[in-house]
Protein backbone atom coordinates (compact mmCIF):
# COMPACT_ATOMS: atom_id res chain seq x y z
CA UNK A 1 0.00 0.00 0.00
CA UNK A 2 1.36 3.41 -1.57
CA UNK A 3 2.27 5.62 1.68
CA UNK A 4 0.19 8.51 2.50
CA UNK A 5 1.89 12.05 1.27
CA UNK A 6 1.09 15.28 2.98
CA UNK A 7 -0.29 15.93 -0.73
CA UNK A 8 -3.16 13.42 -0.23
CA UNK A 9 -3.87 15.36 3.06
CA UNK A 10 -4.19 18.64 1.53
CA UNK A 11 -6.50 17.49 -1.40
CA UNK A 12 -8.70 15.81 1.05
CA UNK A 13 -8.58 18.69 3.94
CA UNK A 14 -9.19 21.06 0.45
CA UNK A 15 -6.12 23.16 1.22
CA UNK A 16 -2.61 23.35 0.00
CA UNK A 17 0.49 21.75 1.54
CA UNK A 18 1.84 24.72 3.01
CA UNK A 19 -1.21 24.85 5.17
CA UNK A 20 -0.97 21.13 5.90
CA UNK A 21 2.17 21.97 7.29
CA UNK A 22 1.64 24.65 9.23
CA UNK A 23 -1.52 23.34 10.62
CA UNK A 24 -0.14 20.29 11.64
CA UNK A 25 2.50 22.07 13.45
CA UNK A 26 0.00 24.10 15.89
CA UNK A 27 0.40 27.18 13.85
CA UNK A 28 -2.23 29.69 15.36
CA UNK A 29 -2.33 31.66 12.12
CA UNK A 30 -4.50 28.89 10.60
CA UNK A 31 -7.86 28.87 12.11
CA UNK A 32 -9.62 26.55 14.13
CA UNK A 33 -11.81 25.03 11.31
CA UNK A 34 -9.16 25.05 8.62
CA UNK A 35 -7.00 22.89 11.54
CA UNK A 36 -10.22 20.94 11.99
CA UNK A 37 -10.24 19.67 8.79
CA UNK A 38 -6.69 18.88 8.54
CA UNK A 39 -6.59 16.74 11.21
CA UNK A 40 -9.54 14.94 10.21
CA UNK A 41 -7.89 14.70 6.67
CA UNK A 42 -4.86 13.07 8.38
CA UNK A 43 -6.79 10.79 10.52
CA UNK A 44 -8.94 9.28 8.19
CA UNK A 45 -6.05 8.76 5.64
CA UNK A 46 -4.03 7.04 8.42
CA UNK A 47 -0.87 9.80 7.91
CA UNK A 48 1.78 9.86 10.07
CA UNK A 49 3.84 12.85 10.66
CA UNK A 50 7.59 12.04 10.16
CA UNK A 51 10.23 13.95 12.62
CA UNK A 52 10.57 17.41 12.90
CA UNK A 53 12.62 18.32 9.59
CA UNK A 54 13.88 21.78 11.51
CA UNK A 55 15.41 21.47 14.53
CA UNK A 56 17.01 18.47 14.09
CA UNK A 57 20.42 19.07 14.22
CA UNK A 58 20.08 20.77 17.86
CA UNK A 59 18.67 19.47 20.84
CA UNK A 60 15.74 21.11 21.09
CA UNK A 61 13.00 21.67 18.06
CA UNK A 62 10.71 24.47 19.17
CA UNK A 63 7.50 22.50 19.71
CA UNK A 64 5.02 22.08 22.41
CA UNK A 65 2.48 18.90 22.24
CA UNK A 66 -0.60 19.65 23.36
CA UNK A 67 -2.86 16.67 23.71
CA UNK A 68 -6.89 16.94 25.15
CA UNK A 69 -8.73 14.19 26.23
CA UNK A 70 -11.80 16.35 24.02
CA UNK A 71 -11.66 18.59 21.06
CA UNK A 72 -15.24 19.53 21.76
CA UNK A 73 -15.54 20.82 24.81
CA UNK A 74 -16.55 24.17 25.20
CA UNK A 75 -13.42 25.39 27.11
CA UNK A 76 -11.17 24.33 24.29
CA UNK A 77 -10.49 27.46 22.62
CA UNK A 78 -10.06 29.55 25.47
CA UNK A 79 -7.56 26.77 26.91
CA UNK A 80 -5.46 26.42 24.01
CA UNK A 81 -5.64 30.43 23.47
CA UNK A 82 -3.65 31.04 26.66
CA UNK A 83 -1.07 27.95 26.32
CA UNK A 84 -0.49 29.59 22.82
CA UNK A 85 -0.03 32.90 24.04
CA UNK A 86 2.92 31.50 26.16
CA UNK A 87 4.25 29.42 23.45
CA UNK A 88 4.21 32.18 20.85
CA UNK A 89 6.07 34.67 23.39
CA UNK A 90 9.29 32.06 24.13
CA UNK A 91 9.00 31.48 19.83
CA UNK A 92 7.47 28.20 20.37
CA UNK A 93 5.36 26.04 17.91
CA UNK A 94 2.22 24.70 19.30
CA UNK A 95 1.27 20.79 18.24
CA UNK A 96 -2.13 19.62 18.94
CA UNK A 97 -3.28 16.29 19.42
CA UNK A 98 -6.74 14.83 20.36
CA UNK A 99 -6.55 11.66 23.02
CA UNK A 100 -9.59 10.39 23.75
CA UNK A 101 -12.08 8.27 21.79
CA UNK A 102 -10.47 5.76 19.55
CA UNK A 103 -6.50 7.28 20.21
CA UNK A 104 -5.25 5.14 22.83
CA UNK A 105 -2.33 7.06 25.15
CA UNK A 106 0.21 4.92 23.77
CA UNK A 107 -0.47 5.61 19.95
CA UNK A 108 -0.67 9.49 20.72
CA UNK A 109 2.77 9.59 22.86
CA UNK A 110 4.29 7.57 20.16
CA UNK A 111 3.24 10.42 17.31
CA UNK A 112 4.52 13.05 19.62
CA UNK A 113 8.09 11.29 20.16
CA UNK A 114 8.04 10.70 16.61
CA UNK A 115 7.68 14.73 15.91
CA UNK A 116 10.81 15.36 18.60
CA UNK A 117 8.80 17.26 20.32
CA UNK A 118 10.49 19.12 23.29
CA UNK A 119 7.55 19.04 26.34
CA UNK A 120 3.89 17.71 26.57
CA UNK A 121 1.00 19.42 28.26
CA UNK A 122 -1.53 16.76 29.17
CA UNK A 123 -5.17 17.69 29.38
CA UNK A 124 -6.75 14.44 30.61
CA UNK A 125 -7.63 11.96 32.64
CA UNK A 126 -3.55 10.68 33.76
CA UNK A 127 -1.93 7.81 31.72
CA UNK A 128 0.29 5.88 33.04
CA UNK A 129 2.65 5.79 29.82
CA UNK A 130 3.72 9.69 30.45
CA UNK A 131 6.40 7.67 32.90
CA UNK A 132 7.96 6.72 30.18
CA UNK A 133 8.37 9.90 28.44
CA UNK A 134 11.99 11.49 28.11
CA UNK A 135 10.74 14.95 27.85
CA UNK A 136 8.85 17.33 30.61
CA UNK A 137 5.32 16.67 31.06
CA UNK A 138 2.79 18.87 32.54
CA UNK A 139 -0.64 17.44 33.79
CA UNK A 140 -3.51 19.93 33.52
CA UNK A 141 -6.86 19.14 35.01
CA UNK A 142 -8.68 17.75 38.46
CA UNK A 143 -6.11 15.01 38.89
CA UNK A 144 -2.72 15.66 39.87
CA UNK A 145 0.05 13.41 37.92
CA UNK A 146 2.39 11.42 40.37
CA UNK A 147 5.49 12.08 39.02
CA UNK A 148 4.65 14.62 36.34
CA UNK A 149 4.38 18.18 36.90
CA UNK A 150 0.99 19.42 37.45
CA UNK A 151 -1.61 22.40 36.82
CA UNK A 152 -4.61 21.21 38.90
CA UNK A 153 -8.00 22.77 40.49
CA UNK A 154 -7.88 22.76 44.15
CA UNK A 155 -10.13 20.08 45.32
CA UNK A 156 -10.54 20.91 48.72
CA UNK A 157 -11.71 24.11 48.51
CA UNK A 158 -14.12 23.84 45.39
CA UNK A 159 -15.51 20.82 47.20
CA UNK A 160 -16.19 22.66 50.34
CA UNK A 161 -18.17 25.63 48.49
CA UNK A 162 -20.38 23.06 47.01
CA UNK A 163 -21.29 21.33 50.85
CA UNK A 164 -21.76 25.06 51.97
CA UNK A 165 -24.00 25.73 48.86
CA UNK A 166 -26.13 22.69 49.39
CA UNK A 167 -25.94 23.48 53.36
CA UNK A 168 -27.73 20.17 54.63
CA UNK A 169 -29.35 18.67 51.44
CA UNK A 170 -27.69 15.62 49.74
CA UNK A 171 -25.41 16.00 46.87
CA UNK A 172 -26.55 14.60 43.35
CA UNK A 173 -24.15 14.38 40.92
CA UNK A 174 -24.35 14.20 36.83
CA UNK A 175 -21.04 13.75 35.14
CA UNK A 176 -19.80 13.77 31.38
CA UNK A 177 -17.50 13.44 28.58
CA UNK A 178 -16.55 16.95 29.17
CA UNK A 179 -17.21 16.91 33.01
CA UNK A 180 -14.34 19.66 34.75
CA UNK A 181 -14.67 18.69 38.11
CA UNK A 182 -15.18 14.64 38.26
CA UNK A 183 -14.06 14.93 42.28
CA UNK A 184 -17.39 16.61 42.93
CA UNK A 185 -18.94 12.98 42.56
CA UNK A 186 -16.99 12.04 45.89
CA UNK A 187 -20.11 14.25 47.37
CA UNK A 188 -22.84 12.10 46.81
CA UNK A 189 -21.90 9.50 49.42
CA UNK A 190 -22.84 12.28 51.87
CA UNK A 191 -26.18 12.09 53.40
CA UNK A 192 -28.57 14.97 53.88
CA UNK A 193 -32.04 16.20 54.67
CA UNK A 194 -34.48 17.68 52.08
CA UNK A 195 -34.37 17.57 48.21
CA UNK A 196 -31.03 16.81 46.33
CA UNK A 197 -28.64 19.45 45.78
CA UNK A 198 -28.05 18.64 41.55
CA UNK A 199 -24.56 19.66 40.19
CA UNK A 200 -24.53 19.13 36.31
CA UNK A 201 -21.16 18.79 34.94
CA UNK A 202 -21.10 18.09 31.51
CA UNK A 203 -23.98 15.12 31.39
CA UNK A 204 -24.58 14.17 27.83
CA UNK A 205 -28.15 13.37 28.58
CA UNK A 206 -29.68 14.78 31.93
CA UNK A 207 -32.81 13.43 33.49
CA UNK A 208 -35.65 14.99 31.92
CA UNK A 209 -37.18 17.20 33.91
CA UNK A 210 -34.26 17.78 36.06
CA UNK A 211 -33.17 21.33 37.02
CA UNK A 212 -29.38 21.98 38.06
CA UNK A 213 -28.52 24.06 41.12
CA UNK A 214 -25.24 24.35 40.15
CA UNK A 215 -23.43 24.20 36.96
CA UNK A 216 -19.61 23.59 36.55
CA UNK A 217 -17.86 25.19 33.82
CA UNK A 218 -20.53 26.63 31.40
CA UNK A 219 -21.47 29.73 32.31
CA UNK A 220 -23.82 29.97 29.59
CA UNK A 221 -26.27 26.99 30.04
CA UNK A 222 -25.61 28.28 33.86
CA UNK A 223 -27.31 31.59 32.86
CA UNK A 224 -30.17 29.79 30.78
CA UNK A 225 -30.99 27.48 32.97
CA UNK A 226 -30.84 30.34 36.08
CA UNK A 227 -28.85 28.42 38.07
CA UNK A 228 -24.89 28.79 39.85
CA UNK A 229 -21.94 28.08 37.78
CA UNK A 230 -18.54 26.92 39.22
CA UNK A 231 -16.54 28.83 36.82
CA UNK A 232 -13.74 26.44 35.13
CA UNK A 233 -10.56 28.71 35.16
CA UNK A 234 -9.40 27.40 31.80
CA UNK A 235 -6.94 30.49 31.09
CA UNK A 236 -5.30 30.29 34.43
CA UNK A 237 -4.41 26.33 33.83
CA UNK A 238 -3.22 27.31 30.18
CA UNK A 239 -1.66 30.21 31.14
CA UNK A 240 0.31 28.13 34.24
CA UNK A 241 0.78 24.81 32.08
CA UNK A 242 2.90 26.35 29.06
CA UNK A 243 4.84 28.71 31.76
CA UNK A 244 5.87 25.79 33.83
CA UNK A 245 6.15 23.37 30.83
CA UNK A 246 8.66 26.44 29.07
CA UNK A 247 10.56 26.56 32.05
CA UNK A 248 11.33 22.92 32.29
CA UNK A 249 12.04 22.37 28.92
CA UNK A 250 14.91 25.90 29.39
CA UNK A 251 15.85 24.43 32.74
CA UNK A 252 15.07 27.71 34.33
CA UNK A 253 12.76 29.38 36.19
CA UNK A 254 9.88 29.07 38.24
CA UNK A 255 8.60 25.04 37.85
CA UNK A 256 6.74 23.74 40.97
CA UNK A 257 6.19 19.97 40.75
CA UNK A 258 2.34 20.87 42.15
CA UNK A 259 0.53 24.41 40.97
CA UNK A 260 -3.30 24.48 42.43
CA UNK A 261 -5.93 26.77 40.81
CA UNK A 262 -8.99 28.27 42.93
CA UNK A 263 -12.22 28.51 40.76
CA UNK A 264 -14.54 31.20 41.51
CA UNK A 265 -18.23 30.90 41.95
CA UNK A 266 -20.69 32.94 39.47
CA UNK A 267 -24.50 33.60 39.94
CA UNK A 268 -27.14 33.13 37.12
CA UNK A 269 -27.02 36.94 36.77
CA UNK A 270 -23.34 36.56 35.98
CA UNK A 271 -22.33 38.14 39.52
CA UNK A 272 -19.41 37.15 41.46
CA UNK A 273 -20.13 35.23 44.44
CA UNK A 274 -17.50 35.67 47.37
CA UNK A 275 -17.27 33.86 49.88
Avoid at 50 to 55: K, P, T
Avoid at 99 to 105: R, T
Avoid at 215 to 220: L, S
Wanted: glycine fraction near 10%; proline fraction near 6%; charged fraction near 25%.
Amino acid sequence: MARVTMADVALEAGVNKGTVSRALRGDRRISAETRRRVWEAAKKLGYELDAVASGLSSKRTGVAAVVLERMDAPWTGEFLGAVSGVLSRCKMELLLFEGGGASPAANVLRRIEGRKADGLIWFGAPAPELGALEIPVVCVGANPCPGQFSVALERESVSARVRALAERRPVRYRGGPAAVMEFLSELETETGDGEPFVVWDGPKKPPDGERPDLICGDERLARLLRANCLRAPVRELGVLAARVLTNAIRGSGVRPAATLVKTTLVSAAGELILG
